[in-house]
């Protein structure tokens, strides 16, 4: 016999063996009463089973394409989707974190505000920008220099005011007697305002170290040494009104500085010509007149 015909000979067998009906019987195993009956062949077994695992496969590749499932398949595209999402959740959770430290900070210092709890020197935060009165004391100025440093300095808050970054300034005036002011720093008022003495603030005595505050929130336009003054800050606020702290022993902000109300700026001193001992010379400017700060602010 050739092997075509051995080939034609399995073929034949199998293909008889596949068309062979067989019978299923279920029957009660205590009773052997017949429950089913069933008809089968190999064929119709192998379509059904071949039927089954197609169909399962089709379900399972849709629900992976088309259900929150493909999150948990490695590798899958959709995980660039979900990394995104956990990138903007985790930037969220910082930007929340910053707030809320903030507010925190914020709570403290009005508490400190209320109960008069003095800030020292001890509890401001060290800065690398901090400006020594023994550094200013070393180098000689003149006076052209302090002139052009304060053409400067104004250029500087006016570039500020014009490109958007000055704080919203309202159109219309407030009296003095609505704002609320902080004070700068509690103690004895040595010496009150006398413009006829060309005094335009007040002195207030107050421990070594202590930090001054700002008496309302403002930008910083003057940072810097004067022979008379000696180390002086001078900020910008809302309603057309300026505030200096002078003869200070430390500045902690620099020109262009942004401040909040009772940020500390400055740590109390005796720096200049015209001083005697460690005090704060608080002045308030409106509308480019001195104004007596006792009025609007207790010390």
Same mark, same amino acid.
């Given at each position: 016999?050739?092997?075509?015909?051995?080939?034609?000979?399995?073929?034949?067998?199998?293909?008889?063996?596949?068309?062979?009906?067989?019978?299923?019987?279920?029957?009660?195993?205590?009773?052997?009463?017949?429950?089913?009956?069933?008809?089968?062949?190999?064929?119709?077994?192998? !379509?059904? @089973?071949?039927?089954?695992?197609? &169909? *399962?496969? /089709?379900?399972?590749?849709?629900?992976?394409?088309?259900? #929150?499932?493909?999150?948990?398949?490695?590798?899958?595209?959709?995980?660039?989707?979900?990394?995104?999402?956990?990138?903007?959740?985790?930037?969220?959770?910082?930007?929340?974190?910053?707030?809320?430290?903030?507010?925190?900070?914020?709570?403290?210092?009005?508490?400190?505000?209320?109960?008069?709890?003095?800030?020292?020197?001890?509890?401001?935060?060290?800065?690398?920008?901090?400006?020594?009165?023994?550094?200013?004391?070393?180098?000689?100025?003149?006076?052209?220099?302090?002139?052009?440093?304060?053409?400067?300095?104004?250029?500087?808050?006016?570039?500020?005011?014009?490109?958007?970054?000055?704080?919203?300034?309202?159109?219309?005036? !407030?009296? @003095?007697?609505?704002?609320?002011? &902080? *004070?700068? /720093?509690?103690?004895?008022?040595?010496?009150?305002?006398? #413009?006829?003495?060309?005094?335009?603030?007040?002195?207030?005595?107050?421990?070594?170290?202590?930090?001054?505050?700002?008496?309302?929130?403002?930008?910083?336009?003057?940072?810097?040494?004067?022979?008379?003054?000696?180390?002086?800050?001078?900020?910008?606020?809302?309603?057309?009104?300026?505030?200096?702290?002078?003869?200070?022993?430390?500045?902690?902000?620099?020109?262009?500085?942004?401040?909040?109300?009772?940020?500390?700026?400055?740590?109390?001193?005796?720096?200049?010509?015209?001083?005697?001992?460690?005090?704060?010379?608080?002045?308030?400017?409106?509308?480019?007149?001195?104004?007596?700060?006792?009025?609007?602010?207790?010390?």
């Amino acid at each position: 016999m050739s092997k075509t015909e051995q080939m034609k000979g399995w073929f034949g067998r199998t293909r008889e063996r596949l068309q062979n009906t067989y019978r299923l019987v279920v029957m009660n195993d205590e009773t052997f009463e017949e429950v089913g009956s069933y008809r089968l062949t190999i064929l119709n077994v192998y !379509i059904l @089973l071949s039927t089954i695992i197609v &169909v *399962t496969a /089709v379900l399972v590749t849709m629900a992976i394409a088309y259900t #929150p499932l493909r999150r948990y398949v490695p590798g899958y595209a959709g995980n660039t989707q979900a990394d995104q999402q956990i990138y903007e959740l985790s930037q969220e959770v910082e930007r929340m974190e910053r707030e809320l430290n903030s507010h925190q900070r914020y709570t403290e210092n009005f508490r400190r505000m209320l109960v008069g709890d003095v800030e020292t020197e001890a509890d401001v935060p060290k800065s690398k920008n901090l400006v020594q009165d023994s550094t200013m004391e070393e180098i000689g100025r003149s006076e052209e220099d302090e002139l052009l440093r304060q053409e400067v300095q104004m250029e500087e808050v006016g570039t500020i005011a014009k490109t958007g970054r000055m704080m919203n300034f309202s159109p219309r005036d !407030i009296p @003095l007697e609505q704002l609320v002011f &902080v *004070t700068p /720093v509690n103690g004895e008022v040595s010496s009150g305002f006398n #413009p006829n003495k060309k005094h335009y603030g007040i002195d207030v005595l107050a421990p070594k170290n202590t930090a001054i505050k700002a008496a309302m929130d403002g930008y910083v336009f003057f940072s810097d040494w004067t022979q008379e003054t000696g180390l002086t800050i001078g900020i910008q606020h809302t309603n057309n009104v300026i505030t200096f702290y002078k003869h200070n022993s430390t500045l902690l902000k620099r020109v262009g500085s942004f401040v909040r109300s009772g940020e500390a700026v400055a740590i109390i001193g005796n720096t200049g010509e015209l001083t005697n001992g460690p005090h704060l010379h608080f002045e308030l400017w409106h509308k480019g007149i001195p104004m007596d700060p006792a009025e609007y602010i207790s010390f």
